[in-house]
């Protein structure tokens, strides 16, 4: 992963996109899913966090802490409304162009998720266990492959703070800018929370602004630590999570 650069002083809360990415499997096999490993209650913007497990796991990350600023207005729909409707996500530094998200009913990385991200798109939990629609007040779940299904995340590691993401969905362009490097550890309940909650990094904190956690695994890394861990569904231990504010909505073209 790369090291984090300075926070824009205009930017301020966390808006989550979980984006994940399948993976290849330690054989080199392609894998079905993925996960990148953010180490609960913390930032990284260098290397995946880990909690206390052998020293195979990657090394600790970097907190980092973005400026505190208002989000722009939340998106004009009704609530929720954002949330049923497919969007297509860019992220000009990486080269990521009008991939399309699904939406669905669930959670990050969960069956139905994943089945949606071997088509070679983008999966968009929202509902009880999810999160919210773009623009919407609250983490903003994005996830897709990055080693399998055409690895449309194959470079998110490479997404700096500072860079921007943009969803299209509704007539508008939501944009967002990356405030916060996390990994996250399929195998602690903690760490899942922290990513999956309202505001990223803290379950049970009443949300205030609009963000996004993009979110792929961590395969590569994880195996070249030696670690070869992985769920039921074949998932690596860590997964690669990048999260960002709400900075700007505007009418797209045409």
């Given at each position: 992963?790369?090291?984090?650069?300075?926070?824009?002083?205009?930017?301020?809360?966390?808006?989550v996109?979980?984006?994940a990415?399948?993976c290849?499997?330690?054989s080199?096999?392609?894998?079905?899913?993925?996960?990148?490993?953010?180490?609960?209650g913390?930032?990284?913007?260098?290397?995946?966090?880990?909690?206390?497990?052998?020293?195979?796991?990657?090394p600790?990350?970097?907190?980092?802490?973005?400026?505190?600023?208002p989000?722009?207005a939340?998106?004009?729909?009704?609530?929720?409304?954002?949330?049923?409707?497919?969007?297509a996500?860019?992220?000009?530094?990486?080269g990521?162009e009008?991939?399309r998200?699904?939406?669905?009913?669930?959670?990050?990385d969960?069956?139905?998720g994943t089945?949606?991200q071997d088509?070679?798109?983008?999966?968009?939990?929202?509902?009880e266990?999810?999160?919210?629609g773009?623009?919407e007040v609250?983490n903003?779940?994005v996830?897709?492959h990055?080693l399998?299904?055409?690895?449309?995340?194959?470079?998110?590691?490479?997404?700096?703070?500072g860079d921007?993401v943009?969803?299209?969905?509704?007539?508008k362009?939501?944009?967002?800018?990356?405030?916060?490097?996390?990994?996250?550890?399929?195998?602690?309940?903690r760490?899942?929370?922290?990513?999956?909650?309202?505001?990223?990094?803290?379950?049970?904190?009443?949300?205030?602004?609009?963000?996004?956690?993009i979110?792929t695994?961590a395969?590569?890394?994880?195996?070249?630590?030696?670690?070869?861990?992985r769920?039921d569904?074949?998932?690596?231990?860590h997964?690669?999570?990048?999260?960002?504010?709400?900075?700007d909505?505007r009418?797209?073209?045409?």
């Amino acid at each position: 992963m790369h090291a984090s650069r300075t926070v824009p002083t205009a930017l301020a809360g966390a808006l989550v996109v979980v984006l994940a990415a399948g993976c290849a499997s330690a054989s080199g096999g392609v894998r079905t899913s993925d996960k990148a490993a953010a180490a609960p209650g913390t930032s990284s913007a260098a290397a995946p966090a880990r909690e206390a497990r052998p020293s195979t796991s990657p090394p600790p990350a970097t907190a980092l802490h973005p400026a505190s600023a208002p989000s722009p207005a939340a998106t004009p729909r009704p609530p929720g409304s954002a949330r049923t409707q497919p969007a297509a996500l860019s992220i000009p530094s990486i080269g990521v162009e009008g991939l399309r998200v699904v939406p669905y009913e669930g959670t990050t990385d969960d069956r139905p998720g994943t089945r949606i991200q071997d088509r070679g798109v983008a999966a968009s939990p929202y509902g009880e266990r999810g999160g919210v629609g773009p623009g919407e007040v609250g983490n903003y779940l994005v996830t897709a492959h990055r080693l399998s299904a055409g690895g449309p995340l194959r470079d998110l590691p490479a997404l700096g703070v500072g860079d921007a993401v943009l969803v299209t969905s509704g007539g508008k362009i939501y944009e967002y800018r990356i405030t916060e490097h996390r990994t996250t550890s399929f195998r602690s309940a903690r760490s899942l929370a922290e990513q999956r909650a309202a505001v990223p990094g803290s379950p049970g904190r009443t949300a205030t602004q609009a963000m996004i956690t993009i979110s792929t695994c961590a395969t590569p890394e994880d195996n070249a630590a030696g670690n070869y861990w992985r769920d039921d569904r074949n998932n690596p231990e860590h997964r690669i999570d990048r999260v960002g504010v709400l900075t700007d909505v505007r009418d797209a073209a045409g």
